[in-house]
């Protein structure tokens, strides 16, 4: 599915389409793809679409528990190896899940290989919300 969401990517600027899929332990999945901007910075990846749109449609007020996210990208959508996750979007995901969250990161498509990671894994020492109750 995170190789689905390229399809989606909107970059007229780099040309690399990025997608992601997210899911939670209900088995619910979440695409998400990168969207760019002519002032460049506003420029949102695939990996926070996915959970920003995860967190703003959830159903209920507790936030879903999310177990994985897939990425994938590459110029003109062609997969060309690893693009993995940002720093932005690794804080991000630092916010919304736990040590036990998994990062699949696509190596290629046919055949299906890819990495997976653990969030402490990508982002040691992680800001994480627990630093702002103590
Ligand atoms: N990009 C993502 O979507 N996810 C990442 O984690 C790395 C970068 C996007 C942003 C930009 O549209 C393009 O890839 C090139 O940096």
Known sequence: MAIDAMKKAYVPYSGYRVGAALQDEAGHITCGCNIENASYTPTICAERT??????????????????????????????????PP????????????????????????DPLRYDTYTLPQLLPLRFSPEYLEK
């Open 86 to 109: 940002c720093g932005v979007c690794r804080q991000v995901m630092s916010e919304f899940c736990d040590d036990q969250f998994e990062i699949l990161v696509v190596q290629s498509a």
């Open 50 to 83: 996915a959970f920003f749109k995860a967190v703003s449609s959830r159903q209920e007020e507790k936030l879903p528990h999310f177990v994985r996210i897939a990425v994938a990208g590459g110029k003109g959508g062609v997969i060309g190896g690893a693009f």
